[in-house]
């Protein structure tokens, strides 16, 4: 899923953001962002998928013809 933040603003002017596939504190700094942006602050909840991890990928290459060029890993 693609992380997206939903926007609502109200009659009122009253605005409620809403981060949508996002995990640990990469929602954090996409709505601050959005909030320096815009020039507003909002009240943040937590979502469970808070407290879950990004999927980090690393690797390493041992041998002779190495793949990657330096400077391309």
């Known amino acids: 899923m693609i992380a ?8 009122d ?4 953001m809403e981060g949508i596939g996002f995990k640990g ?3 954090d700094k996409a709505m601050a ?3 320096s942006a815009l020039g507003i602050q909002t009240k943040r909840v937590n979502k469970p998928e808070y407290n879950s991890t990004a ?19």
């Open 4 to 11: 997206q933040i939903k926007v609502v603003i109200d009659a």
């Open 13 to 16: 002017g009253n605005v409620v």
């Open 25 to 27: 504190t990469a929602c």
């Open 33 to 35: 962002a959005l909030e």
């Open 55 to 73: 999927e980090v990928k690393t690797g390493q290459y041992v041998g002779g013809n190495n793949p990657y060029p330096k400077g391309r890993w």
